[in-house]
C-alpha cells in the first residue's frame, strides 16, 4: 500500500485534488486536513446569501463531508495541521483528540488565503466585520435579521454553525448605518448586500477608483451604478480609525477629517496568502509572497505540490508567476494534482485574471494586464481604447450601452487584456477576451473572429469586435 496523499485544506483545491486522485487510483489513501466545520464551498457566493437571494448556507456546499467519504476520502474536519517536516515527510496535526504526527507519500498545500483587516485601529471591536467564509456570511445575516422573529435555523447551517456566535448577533438590533472600507470586490457585492436590507451604506475607498484592477472606465460604471441606488461612495477617502462604545463600533474617523456615526462595519481591503506553514521549511515562496510552484503544481521540495489561494501561477500574458485567487483557478489546479498524484502528469493550465462582479444592474468583466504601468514592468508598450456599443441590435427590445476597453502591445499588436461593464449580459462576454489571450491572439486577429450574432444577443458587430476594430485602427 502506497504512503497516503495528505491534503492540508477541505476546500477547492484539496477536495477537487482528493477526489481526482481517488477516482483515478481507488486503491490510494487519501486524507483531507480542514481546520474548520466548513468544506467545499463557494466564497463568491457568500455575498448573495447575506442579501438573501441564496437561502441556506448549505446551499453553498459543492461537496458536503458526507459526500466526500461516500467516494473514499478521509475527511477529517476540526483537524489544523501546525507543520510540515519535509524530510521525515510528515505532518503534525492538532486534533479533537489531541496532537498527532501523519505520514505523507504526497502533499498539497491547499491552505488558502486570510482577510486583511489591518493596520485599522478598531477592527477588533464587536460589529466590526470581514467576509471570508460561512461562518462570517452566518454572523452578517444574523446580525440584518429582525431579532423577534430570527432563530439560528433559518441560516440552514445545521450542523456546521457557530450558533453562539449567530445567536449573539442575531439578538442585536439591525444596523440602520453600515460602513464598508475597501471598494474592491467584496466592498462593492457587499453594498447591494446591505441595501437589500435596507441599510444605509457607505463605501470608503482610499483609491481614486473602485475595483481598480477593472480599470478607469469600469471604475466610474460601477461607482454610477452604487450612487443610483442610494449608496453613498466616498473616494481618495482614508479611513484612519473605528471608534466604540461600550465595545461595539460606533463610528469611523478619515484621514480627511470626514466622521460617521453607524452600527457596524465591513473590511474589505483585501487577501493575504496563508503560508505560515511553509516559513520554517525548504519550500519556496515567489515575489507575491505565495508558494511558488511549475507547471504541475510542484512546490520546490519533492513530493509537496501546493494550489488555490496559497499558491502562484504563471500568467498566460507575462509567462511570469503571478498571485491571482480566484475560485477556477484553484478547482483546476487542485483536479490537476490529484491526476498527477494518480500517474497521469497534468499541467495545471495558467491564468488571465478573468474576473466578473455584479453591482445591482451593473455587470463587469475583465482579464489580463489593463493597467498600464504594470504592462510596462513586464515589457510591453500599452496602448488603450474605450468604445460603448450596444448589446443587442438597436431595434431589438432590452439593449444596454456595453463599455469595452482593450489593451494592446503597440509593437506588436498583441492583445494583453481587456474590461467590460455593462447592464445586459455584459460580464459572460469578457470570457472571449480570455480566451483570445490564452491564444495570444493580436488584436488584428481578434477584430476577424467569427463570432454569434442574432438580435436578440448581439449586434453584427459585437462589442468585443468593435473595441477590437477601434484599437486595430489606433495601432
Given at each position: 500500500m502506497p504512503d497516503p496523499f495528505v491534503?492540508?485544506?477541505?476546500?477547492?483545491?484539496?477536495?477537487?485534488?482528493?477526489?481526482?486522485?481517488?477516482?483515478?487510483?481507488?486503491?490510494?489513501?487519501?486524507?483531507?486536513?480542514?481546520?474548520?466545520?466548513?468544506?467545499?464551498?463557494?466564497?463568491?457566493?457568500?455575498?448573495?446569501?447575506?442579501?438573501?437571494?441564496?437561502?441556506?448556507?448549505?446551499?453553498?456546499?459543492?461537496?458536503?463531508?458526507?459526500?466526500?467519504?461516500?467516494?473514499?476520502?478521509?475527511?477529517?474536519?476540526?483537524?489544523?495541521?501546525?507543520a510540515i517536516d519535509t524530510g521525515e515527510q510528515v505532518v503534525s496535526v492538532e486534533g479533537p483528540d489531541g496532537r498527532f504526527d501523519q505520514p505523507y507519500g504526497d502533499l498539497l498545500i491547499g491552505t488558502g488565503a486570510h482577510a486583511i483587516t489591518g493596520p485599522i485601529p478598531g477592527t477588533d471591536l464587536e460589529g466590526v466585520f470581514s467576509l471570508h467564509g460561512l461562518p462570517d456570511a452566518a454572523a452578517i445575516r444574523a446580525m440584518l435579521a429582525d431579532p423577534d422573529s430570527f432563530t439560528a435555523a433559518d441560516l440552514g447551517g445545521d450542523p456546521y454553525l457557530d450558533e453562539e456566535r449567530v445567536a449573539?448577533?442575531?439578538?442585536?438590533?439591525?444596523?440602520?448605518?453600515?460602513?464598508?472600507?475597501?471598494?474592491?470586490?467584496?466592498?462593492?457585492?457587499?453594498?447591494?448586500?446591505?441595501d437589500a436590507h435596507?441599510?444605509?451604506?457607505?463605501?470608503?475607498?482610499?483609491?481614486?477608483?473602485?475595483?481598480?484592477?477593472?480599470?478607469?472606465?469600469?471604475?466610474?460604471?460601477?461607482?454610477?451604478?452604487?450612487?443610483?441606488?442610494?449608496?453613498?461612495?466616498?473616494?481618495?477617502?482614508?479611513?484612519?480609525?473605528?471608534?466604540?462604545?461600550?465595545?461595539?463600533?460606533?463610528?469611523?474617523?478619515?484621514?480627511?477629517?470626514?466622521?460617521?456615526?453607524?452600527?457596524?462595519?465591513?473590511?474589505?481591503?483585501?487577501?493575504?496568502?496563508?503560508?505560515?506553514?511553509?516559513e520554517n521549511t525548504p519550500i519556496e515562496l515567489g515575489d507575491s509572497g505565495a508558494i511558488?510552484?511549475?507547471?504541475?503544481?510542484?512546490?520546490?521540495?519533492?513530493?509537496?505540490?501546493?494550489?488555490?489561494d496559497c499558491a502562484e501561477m504563471e500568467h498566460v500574458v507575462t509567462g511570469e508567476s503571478d498571485w491571482v485567487p480566484l475560485g477556477l483557478t484553484a478547482n483546476r489546479a487542485g483536479r490537476a494534482i490529484g491526476a498527477t498524484v494518480a500517474g497521469d502528469p497534468t499541467d495545471v493550465g495558467g491564468i488571465a485574471g478573468?474576473?466578473?462582479?455584479?453591482?445591482?444592474?451593473?455587470?463587469?468583466?475583465?482579464?489580463?494586464?489593463?493597467?498600464?504601468?504594470r504592462a510596462r514592468e513586464a515589457g510591453f508598450d500599452p496602448i488603450s481604447k474605450t468604445i460603448t456599443a450596444g448589446s443587442r441590435s438597436g431595434y431589438y427590445p432590452g439593449a444596454k450601452e456595453t463599455v469595452v476597453t482593450l489593451t494592446a502591445d503597440r509593437e506588436t499588436g498583441?492583445?494583453?487584456?481587456?474590461?467590460?461593464?455593462?447592464?445586459?449580459?455584459?460580464?459572460?462576454?469578457?470570457?472571449?477576451?480570455?480566451?483570445?489571450?490564452?491564444?495570444?491572439?493580436?488584436?488584428?486577429?481578434?477584430?476577424?473572429?467569427?463570432?454569434?450574432?442574432?438580435?436578440?444577443?448581439?449586434?453584427?458587430?459585437?462589442p468585443v469586435l468593435v473595441g477590437a476594430k477601434v484599437l486595430a485602427g489606433e495601432l
Open positions: 491534503a492540508i485544506g477541505g476546500d477547492a483545491a484539496g477536495l477537487s485534488a482528493a477526489s481526482k486522485c481517488k477516482r483515478e487510483d481507488p486503491d490510494r489513501d487519501v486524507i483531507v486536513f480542514e481546520r474548520g466545520n466548513w468544506v467545499s464551498y463557494a466564497h463568491c457566493g457568500t455575498p448573495y446569501f447575506v442579501k438573501g437571494e441564496v437561502e441556506h448556507l448549505t446551499d453553498l456546499l459543492s461537496l458536503s463531508p458526507d459526500e466526500a467519504e461516500e467516494r473514499g476520502i478521509d475527511l477529517r474536519r476540526r483537524h489544523e495541521v501546525t449573539r448577533f442575531g439578538d442585536m438590533a439591525p444596523p440602520e448605518t453600515v460602513a464598508i472600507v475597501g471598494g474592491g470586490y467584496v466592498g462593492v457585492e457587499m453594498a447591494e448586500a446591505f435596507d441599510v444605509d451604506v457607505r463605501v470608503f475607498q482610499r483609491d481614486v477608483d473602485l475595483i481598480p484592477a477593472f480599470g478607469d472606465a469600469v471604475a466610474d460604471e460601477v461607482a454610477d451604478a452604487l450612487r443610483e441606488n442610494g449608496v453613498e461612495v466616498h473616494l481618495d477617502t482614508v479611513v484612519e480609525a473605528l471608534e466604540s462604545e461600550d465595545g461595539r463600533v460606533s463610528g469611523l474617523t478619515c484621514r480627511d477629517g470626514t466622521t460617521l456615526d453607524l452600527d457596524a462595519v465591513l473590511v474589505g481591503i483585501g487577501i493575504a496568502p496563508n503560508v505560515e506553514l511553509v511558488r510552484i511549475d507547471d504541475y503544481g510542484r512546490t520546490s521540495v519533492e513530493n509537496v505540490y501546493a494550489a488555490g478573468t474576473a466578473m462582479l455584479k453591482a445591482f444592474e451593473m455587470e463587469c468583466g475583465r482579464s489580463g494586464i489593463v493597467d498600464h504601468e498583441r492583445l494583453i487584456g481587456g474590461t467590460i461593464a455593462g447592464e445586459d449580459r455584459a460580464a459572460v462576454r469578457i470570457d472571449t477576451v480570455a480566451t483570445a489571450l490564452e491564444a495570444d491572439l493580436t488584436v488584428d486577429e481578434v477584430e476577424r473572429l467569427d463570432l454569434g450574432y442574432a438580435p436578440p444577443f448581439s449586434p453584427v458587430w459585437d
